[in-house]
């Protein structure tokens, strides 16, 4: 043990160098790690102007023709029967579940671009707390809420474009209901539930550079203890031949 510390000690140079060197990987990798990305994330609700989910029931109007005979000729009368039924919410969830995958479609990508131009980034969607099993079954939400994520090496960035997407999509369903002269009241409506929210993704850490840094200080300080064993040896024999000229160089005669 003692020979190891006067070997890092004789070769002190070596070490310096070490630690040099290990600080400069550690910054290497440090910087080969930086991949920070942030993530803005909104949810859209999928409604429609009865506001099923804001009513008990709803009024259904049934129109029914009936027929009655007068002599030979049949009169044809209209009426209509009212009740009230469970407000439809299936539908808009079944909406909220397909409409993910239009958020995400190259369509919607060069309509919002048309509109806002190119902002750098990625745009994920999903029906809030759908998901797929291990074997890649899709379970569908039983929500009418979507979550419509973006991704993009600066924050702003990533809010900008998942406020882009939103609206971009809203206005395109809107085109696309009137240009199929669907009536206001059979209308999906898209509605922004919450302003992006930005967290951050990735990033260096510390842990592997400060490793990779210590292995390479531990490599010139072994460096510095197989130098110190060899020049030992050498350095020993050198020392024992003085001593052996010394011993004779002092050694009394005999007289012949």
Same mark, same amino acid.
């Given at each position: ?104 479609? %190259? ?9 806002? @131009?190119?902002?750098?980034? /990625? #745009? !994920?969607? =999903? ?102 064993? %060899? ?9 024992? @031949?003085?001593?052996?000229? /010394? #011993? !004779?160089? =002092? ?6």
């Amino acid at each position: 043990m003692n020979s190891n510390v006067r070997a890092l000690a004789r070769f002190w140079w070596l070490v310096v160098i070490g630690l040099i060197a290990g600080a400069a990987a550690a910054t290497a990798v440090y910087r080969a790690e930086t991949n920070k990305r942030y993530a803005a994330t909104t949810q859209l609700l999928v409604n429609s102007p009865n506001a099923p989910y804001l009513r008990t029931g709803q009024t259904q109007v049934t129109p029914h023709a009936t027929t009655v005979r007068r002599g030979r000729k049949s009169i044809i009368s209209s009426g209509s029967d009212t009740s009230v039924v469970a407000p439809d919410t299936q539908t808009v969830v079944n909406a909220a579940n397909l409409y993910p995958f239009l958020i995400q479609s %190259v369509q919607i990508a060069a309509y919002r671009d048309s509109m806002f @131009g190119s902002t750098p980034g /990625t #745009v !994920t969607a =999903v029906a809030h707390n759908a998901s797929t099993n291990t074997y890649g079954v899709y379970h569908p939400s039983p929500l009418p809420i979507i979550d419509v994520t973006a991704h993009s090496k600066l924050a702003s960035d990533a809010s900008t474009l998942a406020q882009q997407t939103v609206e971009a999509f809203s206005k395109w369903i809107v085109a696309e209901q009137r240009s199929k002269g669907i009536p206001a009241s059979q209308r999906i409506d898209i509605q922004a539930l919450t302003a992006p929210t930005v967290t951050t993704l990735g990033g260096p850490k510390l842990g592997l550079p400060l490793f990779v840094g210590f292995l390479v200080l531990l490599g010139f300080c072994g460096l510095a203890i197989v130098l110190g064993r %060899v020049r030992q040896p050498s350095a020993e024999a050198t020392k024992a @031949g003085a001593v052996r000229a /010394t #011993v !004779t160089s =002092v050694s009394p005669k005999l007289d012949s």
